[in-house]
């Protein structure tokens, strides 16, 4: 079975810096690309980016281009979003999926990440 | 980037009744087209991919079709289980765009 586990709650405080992470089981991880979406409070879905573990080729989308990292190290099937200086306005749920067939196809529970002074 | 937008934004229906969603993109997609249901906290799920192809596992009431721009999402005899948000999403392009949702709600 395919699962996508992601790291635990975070409340942290503007400027602070912060990773989380996304570990692949139950499928080769090197081969599929794995996405990374935000999810304000009441809010849609915001595609952020995109990472094939097996040589590390990411894209961005142009708002988070710049704002975030995206890394991953498959030697522990584990994909990484990070931030160097979170602002209030990063609060928001981070969902990673996996793509398959042109779609994202297993998903994460999702990150809460929590910013404020 | 490609633009997606989905309507209605809000959709009332009773439980037995047929439902249809629109997506339309800004640029042609090649089919390239995905739609998820999202419950109240809860991660998105895959219902249909490449337009019109039935996720394993997704009751056949759900079915999709369209091509170039213009996208449907079909629920008939709507379920207990299908309400919640629906979403679209293009992957033909990078970034990988999503519609605005919409929001099925029991009348």
């Given at each position: 079975e395919v699962q996508l586990v992601?790291?635990?709650?975070?409340?942290?405080?503007?400027?602070?810096?912060?990773?989380?992470?996304c570990?692949g089981l139950g499928y080769?991880?090197?081969?599929y690309?794995i996405g990374?979406?935000?999810?304000?409070?009441?809010?849609?879905?915001?595609?952020?980016?995109?990472?094939?573990?097996?040589?590390?080729?990411?894209?961005?989308?142009?708002?988070?281009?710049?704002?975030?990292?995206?890394?991953?190290?498959?030697?522990?099937?584990?994909?990484?979003?990070?931030?160097?200086?979170?602002?209030?306005?990063?609060?928001?749920?981070?969902y990673c999926a996996r793509h398959y067939?042109?779609a994202s196809d297993s998903w994460g529970e999702?990150?809460?990440?929590?910013?404020?002074? | 980037?490609?633009?997606?937008?989905?309507?209605?934004?809000?959709?009332?229906?009773?439980?037995?009744?047929?439902?249809?969603?629109?997506?339309?993109?800004?640029?042609?997609?090649?089919?390239?087209?995905?739609?998820?249901?999202?419950?109240?906290?809860?991660a998105p799920k895959l219902?249909?991919?490449?337009?019109?192809?039935?996720q394993s596992?997704?009751?056949?009431?759900?079915?999709?079709?369209?091509?170039?721009?213009?996208?449907?999402?079909?629920?008939?005899?709507?379920?207990?289980?299908?309400?919640?948000?629906?979403?679209?999403?293009?992957?033909?392009?990078?970034?990988?765009?999503?519609?605005?949702?919409?929001?099925?709600?029991?009348?």
């Amino acid at each position: 079975e395919v699962q996508l586990v992601q790291s635990g709650v975070e409340v942290k405080k503007p400027g602070e810096s912060l990773k989380i992470s996304c570990k692949g089981l139950g499928y080769n991880f090197t081969n599929y690309w794995i996405g990374w979406v935000r999810q304000m409070p009441g809010k849609g879905l915001d595609w952020m980016g995109i990472i094939y573990p097996g040589d590390s080729d990411v894209r961005y989308g142009p708002s988070f281009e710049g704002q975030v990292t995206i890394t991953a190290d498959k030697s522990v099937s584990t994909a990484y979003l990070q931030w160097s200086a979170l602002k209030a306005s990063d609060t928001a749920m981070y969902y990673c999926a996996r793509h398959y067939r042109g779609a994202s196809d297993s998903w994460g529970e999702g990150t809460l990440v929590f910013v404020s002074s | 980037d490609v633009q997606m937008t989905q309507s209605p934004s809000t959709l009332s229906a009773h439980l037995g009744d047929a439902i249809t969603i629109t997506c339309r993109a800004s640029e042609s997609i090649s089919r390239y087209l995905n739609w998820y249901q999202q419950k109240v906290g809860k991660a998105p799920k895959l219902l249909i991919y490449s337009s019109s192809s039935l996720q394993s596992g997704v009751p056949s009431r759900f079915s999709g079709r369209g091509s170039g721009t213009d996208y449907t999402l079909t629920i008939t005899n709507l379920q207990p289980e299908d309400f919640g948000i629906y979403f679209c999403q293009q992957t033909y392009y990078t970034p990988y765009s999503f519609g605005q949702g919409t929001k099925v709600e029991i009348k």
